[in-house]
């Protein structure tokens, strides 16, 4: 099974701009859909974005749109959200998720496999 370790968090301006990662270990990393959830305090965990096994789907949630950027780089096992134009909203937890399987699930339980996060604060 694979694991997730995120990285790129931290604090940033609104109106800037953040990359995360999400390196993988496992040889069957290729295999997976990964997604990107956040979770703001007092908040349930939602979707961002997701990407398929291959790279050639994805989808964003709307608060995402036309912002975020998901892409993946199968030869080094990682995954990548480009946040462009941050706002204060997006402040939260983020963490990429793993599931094994064809389509872009959005909902939480449609994933198995989770990173420990990495803290995104976007200051007004």
């Known amino acids: 099974q694979v694991q997730l370790v995120e990285s790129g968090g931290g604090l940033v301006q609104a109106g800037g701009s953040l990359r995360l990662s999400c390196a993988a270990s496992?040889?069957?990393?290729?295999?997976?859909?990964l997604a990107w959830f956040r979770q703001a305090p007092g908040k349930e965990r939602e979707f961002v974005s997701g990407?398929?096994?291959?790279?050639?789907?994805?989808n964003y949630a709307d608060s995402g749109k036309g912002r975020f950027t998901i892409s993946r780089d199968n030869a080094k096992n990682t995954m990548y959200l480009q946040m462009n134009s941050l706002k204060p909203e997006d402040t939260a937890v983020y963490y990429c998720?793993?599931?094994?399987?064809?389509?872009?699930?959005?909902?939480?339980?449609?994933?198995?496999?989770w990173g420990q996060g990495t803290q995104v604060t976007v200051s007004s």
């Open positions: 998720a793993a599931r094994m399987g064809y389509g872009l699930g959005t909902g939480v339980e449609n994933y198995g496999v």
């Open positions: 496992g040889r069957t990393f290729s295999s997976y859909v």
């Open positions: 990407i398929s096994a291959s790279g050639s789907r994805t």
